[in-house]
């Protein structure tokens, strides 16, 4: 059973930093792209940052420079180092699993999600 489980989010001011977990399981986690997407209130789901099977890292151009995505392949796990963070940044931040099976397939996995709040 595929499970991608979040942890980290929570409240914090302007300028801070968190960090957001996502464990995998159920899947052979390093060979997949790892991928970081959020959704604001009343806005569609965009993507944040990904990190590729080689650990080949892009980001959304909203946060280069202040967010880090990281993967450890022996914990099964992907990192979103967040710092610098802004009110803009506030919404629900969901982990991603996704590979190409076949030319038109894609398995594509996600967490539950992680409420991430930037109020002062």
């Known amino acids: 059973q595929v499970q991608l489980v979040e942890s980290g989010g929570g409240s914090v001011q302007p300028g801070g930093s968190l960090r957001l977990s996502c464990a995998a399981s159920g899947f052979v986690f390093r060979i997949y792209v790892m991928g970081w997407y959020r959704q604001a209130p009343g806005k569609e789901r965009e993507w944040v940052a990904s990190i590729s099977s080689s650990s080949t890292a892009n980001y959304a151009d909203f946060v280069k420079g202040r967010f880090t995505i990281s993967r450890d392949n022996e914990k099964n796990t992907v990192y979103l180092q967040m710092s610098s963070l802004k009110v803009d940044d506030t919404a629900v931040y969901y982990c991603?699993?996704?590979?190409?099976?076949?030319?038109?397939?894609?398995?594509?996995?996600w967490g539950q999600g992680t409420q991430v709040t930037v109020s002062s």
């Open positions: 991603n699993a996704h590979r190409r099976v076949a030319a038109e397939t894609f398995n594509d996995y």
